[in-house]
T-cell receptor
């Protein structure tokens, strides 16, 4: 049982480049989330989805877009990367709104 | 303002000593409460959760937490810390007044000395 899988695990981008982070879960969870983790700030919600075909903005959505075309996948896109987006990105999923979150292992992104 | 506060940025305890990590929340109604642990280079893993009922909840790895409504607290405890417990610990809440996000505290990093 893989749980939540994120790809890639590491990436270095130049300012202005674009990329997509993929999150896949095999637990049939309805809810999926993208967070960024920065030192001393805990996890901040970027975008989330409450089901296939739905997306919504979280706490820090600027500069990011998401899509959830299939229930098991949640993609996070950076159209024009900026150094301020250097961070560790985590995907998570929950079965219900208040359920425990299952996390991927994270993607460490550096924008130079 | 609604918030989750972990007052201690880092804590150092000796192996075998007891541990208590503090968490306070500020919400109108009691939210759903969680503790997660993050080992270096890993994602977060659920330790335990509180929804309702018995205010002392047991989790994995020998951890427990006590919900105190009067203090708006949900502190994590372990009677005897092992070196493998060194990690970062996050308190989190899901408001029960709607919305779809888990609010995380800033985390407490635990160091264990031999």
């Amino acid at each position: 049982n893989a749980g939540v899988t994120q790809t890639p695990k590491f990436r270095v981008l130049k300012t202005g480049q674009s990329m997509t982070l993929l999150c896949a879960q095999d637990m049939n969870h309805e809810y999926m989330y993208w967070y960024r983790q920065d030192p001393g700030m805990g996890l901040r919600l970027i975008h989330y989805s409450v089901g296939e075909g739905t997306t919504a903005k979280g706490e820090v959505p600027d500069g990011y877009n998401v899509s959830r075309l299939k229930k098991q996948n949640f993609l996070l896109g950076l159209e024009s990367a900026a150094p301020s987006q250097t961070s560790v990105y985590f995907c998570a999923s929950t079965l219900t709104r208040e359920g425990a979150a299952f996390f991927g292992q994270g993607t460490r992104l550096t924008v130079v | 303002a609604q918030s989750v506060t972990q007052p201690d940025i880092h804590i150092t305890v000796s192996e075998g000593a007891s541990l208590e990590l503090r968490c306070n929340y500020s919400y109108g109604a009691t939210p759903y409460l969680f503790w997660y642990v993050q080992s270096p280079g890993q994602g977060l893993q659920l330790l335990l959760k509180y929804f309702s009922g018995d205010t002392l909840v047991q989790g994995i790895k020998g951890f427990e937490a006590e919900f105190k409504r009067s203090q708006s607290s949900f502190n994590l405890r372990k009677p005897s810390v092992h070196w493998s417990d060194a990690a970062e610990y996050f308190c989190a809440v899901v408001p029960n007044t709607g919305g779809f996000k888990t609010i995380f505290g800033a985390g407490t990093r635990l160091f264990v000395k031999a």
